[in-house]
């Protein structure tokens, strides 16, 4: 049993800055790709920030130079850092990643149930 929670999410201005967190709970050995995603209504959930499990990471044009993925193995967590917040980034924040519950196992990739991010003056 597998559970990612995300947190972080509200209301901000814009310009201002949230710092989202996934946390994978239950049988869990490590975390290794992760990704956020996000969607609004009307349109195709759309990648925002990928993690890949040797560290390396790539953004939608959109967010690039402002957010920020980030991996701790040691917490389960993946962090998507968001600065300069624009109100074309409210949507609501998914969280995937990629979970290995045993060593003998493969991962298997794992949904959050979203977090909202409204930027809004």
């Known amino acids: 049993q597998v559970t990612l929670v995300e947190s972080g999410g509200g209301l901000v201005q814009p310009g201002g800055s949230l710092r989202l967190s996934c946390v994978a709970s239950?049988?869990?050995?490590?975390?290794?790709?992760a990704g956020w995603y996000r969607q609004t209504p009307g349109k195709r959930r759309e990648l925002v920030a990928g993690?890949?499990?040797?560290?390396?990471?790539n953004y939608a044009d959109s967010v690039k130079g402002r957010f920020t993925i980030s991996r701790d193995n040691a917490k389960n967590t993946v962090y998507l850092q968001m600065n300069s917040l624009k109100p074309e980034d409210t949507a609501v924040y998914y969280c995937?990643?990629?979970?290995?519950?045993?060593?003998?196992?493969?991962?298997?990739?794992?949904w959050g149930q979203g977090t909202q991010v409204t930027v809004s003056s």
């Open positions: 993690i890949s499990s040797g560290g390396s990471t």
């Open positions: 239950g049988s869990i050995f490590s975390i290794h790709a």
């Open positions: 995937n990643a990629a979970v290995v519950v045993t060593t003998t196992s493969p991962s298997r990739w794992y």
